[in-house]
């Protein structure tokens, strides 16, 4: 199990789920973050953080974005397991899921 960045990140990347997370597995995408399910240890620190709700635990994932866990998983098919993403910085691709999406916010 672990935990999902969802719809109200995109856009967003308010970030203050990275500084407290303690295993350095939330990572950075063009658009959105998210938390790389092999890493993660589900200590649940970054849930509580982050200011727009963006972050649930696989189980209590709305049904309404579902799609996330996919978005989560596989945007870590090309770049595998970095084993921390300070060392990374910002990747300049999003999930397709994520890339298709008009922007949010505005």
Not at 1 to 29: F, H, N, Q, S, W
Not at 43 to 68: K, Q
């Amino acid at each position: 199990m672990t935990y999902v960045i969802a719809l109200p990140c995109v856009d967003v990347k308010d970030r203050a789920c990275v500084d407290e997370c303690p295993v350095d597995c939330i990572y950075e995408g063009e658009r959105s973050l998210y938390i790389h399910p092999d890493e993660c240890v589900d200590c649940g620190a970054c849930e509580p953080v982050c200011p727009v709700e963006a972050i649930y635990y696989e189980d209590d994932l709305p049904e309404e974005w579902s799609e996330y866990y996919t978005a989560n998983v596989d945007f870590f098919d090309e770049i595998g397991s970095p084993g921390g993403a300070a060392k990374t910085g910002v990747y300049d691709f999003d999930h397709p899921i994520i890339a298709a999406l008009p922007p949010q916010g505005e």
